[in-house]
């Protein structure tokens, strides 16, 4: 053979392979729907989609501290709340067991559910969220309220990182709620538990003055657990709003990826149809210039 009909052989199989490839990547694009598969079909394409994929899974990581976040506040708002529902309860008996028409047996049978009550407080004290109690700080791996009512807990505040460099807090003193603090005692309140305990013995000793005492007390530590219930509230609204902008930022940056790494499927169908096109073309002509085994070889 002749140097230039092996140039002319070479020339029509390569001209067909190139035809073979863009039509081939033609398919896988029009096939996967994405315009990037490989950093070699966009190099500048394909570092855009690595950092926009790092910082939908930091969202996605924000999300679920936020999530975490959640559920605790909720966890600790349903226990404040039940805790508060029994303070009222052992007020409302406080003041009718402080009226002089009821008898010592009345009291020592009422003081039983005060017992009932804070054994009840003290359970709630011990709530847990994900093996962890929530009103005990730092030390939230022990329970936060012993057998007789004492905080055992710390003054930590858990802080969780719901966006980048924004951490929140989502946990309550629990020492605010349940132990009376130097000033307080200074002024004559007491523990949480103390208090209850003090209408408890007055019911069952059948003291009056006690009763009055434990009713006046029970007011405040209403007001503490009210005080409680709206800081939790508070932290739950600061969290959700977080929550919905990080959602926002994950529908953005998801957009974003889209634009630089999917397909425009209009244009890629028709790019396939092109590559397809100029392929049978590039077949029919060279069937001018190669024998028929040897073009069938090609194909």
Known sequence: ?????????????GRINDAKEQNSNAM???????RIEKLSDDPVGSSQIIRFRDQIENVRQFQTNIEYSKGFLERSEEALQAINNNLIRAKELSVAMSNSTYDPASREATSREIREIMDEI??????????RYVFGGFRNQTPTLNLDGDFMGDDGIVHLELSSGNFRPVSLNGRD???ATPEEMKNGHFNMIESLNLLYNGMSKNDTDAIHRAMNELEHQLDKTSAGIASVGAMSTAINETGARLSGDETTLRDQLSKVQDSDMYHASSEFKRTEAVLQGTLMASTKLLQPSLLNFLQ
């Open 1 to 13: 053979m002749r140097i230039s009909e092996r140039l002319r052989y070479e020339t029509v199989a």
């Open 28 to 34: 896988e694009e029009l096939s996967s729907q994405r």
């Open 122 to 131: 003290i359970t709630l004290g011990n709530s847990t969220f994900n093996g």
């Open 177 to 179: 709620v349940f132990e």
